[in-house]
């Protein structure tokens, strides 16, 4: 059975995370260690809170250059996601410029307040394995306040006041914008084909 690593960068989300896996009967190492990190195969990058802060923990621990090196498939979750961007615009911050773009603040709406909080339908721009018998309208968990603009490795979209992308993906590298720990059966689907493909 695969190696599973889970970047810690300080998100609160770990424990969800961790049970989820569980239920998919898979055990998972979090940790900031690189050489754990470099050899598991499959890599979590979670996340919540300020993009800022996620990335100084990840300078600290030295892990910038090991994450942007990896070359087996990696998963960033809701800020993980934004973390694997060039940067965002919450305090200007460069990320670890990994895929393209720049995390931009969610457009709002009296209808739409921010941040976005709660179930949002996605519609696939991609026939993505990591997308494999999850239908297009599927629910899943969001809770954010910046989202990449819809771009050309965008696999998933949703909308808020305006559409974002809800799932990217790039070589190796693949992000969910929600929270597929929190997002019932379409969540633990994504969760599964990230660790069941081989490809």
């Known amino acids: 059975m695969s190696k599973i690593a889970i970047i810690d ?3 609160a989300n770990i424990a969800s995370l961790l049970f989820a896996l569980e239920r998919l009967g898979r055990s998972a190492d979090l940790t900031t260690d690189a050489d754990l990190i470099r050899s598991a195969d499959r890599v979590l990058l979670p996340g919540v809170g300020a993009a800022r802060d996620a990335m100084d923990r990840l300078t600290a621990a030295n892990l910038i250059d090991v994450i942007r090196k990896l070359t087996q498939p990696v998963l960033g979750i809701c800020l993980g996601m934004q973390l694997l961007l060039d940067g ?4 200007d911050v460069e990320c670890l ?3 393209p ?3 931009a603040r969610l457009s709002s709406s009296p209808a739409c307040p921010v941040p976005n909080m709660g179930w949002c339908a996605t519609q696939k721009t991609s026939d993505h394995l990591l997308l494999n018998e999850i239908d297009d309208g599927s ?5 954010h306040s910046y989202a990449l ?3 050309d490795h965008t696999l998933a979209t949703a909308e808020h006041a305006e559409p974002f992308s809800a799932v990217i993906g790039q070589g190796n590298f693949l992000a969910a914008q929600f929270h597929p720990e929190r997002s019932s059966a379409a969540g633990a689907q994504l969760l599964r084909n990230f660790l ?3 490809a």
């Open 101 to 103: 773009g720049i995390a």
């Open 139 to 143: 629910h899943f968990y969001f809770l």
């Open 9 to 11: 960068s300080g998100g």
């Open 88 to 91: 965002s615009d919450e305090e």
């Open 97 to 99: 410029g990994i895929m």
């Open 149 to 151: 603009p819809i771009a």
């Open 196 to 198: 069941e493909d081989e």
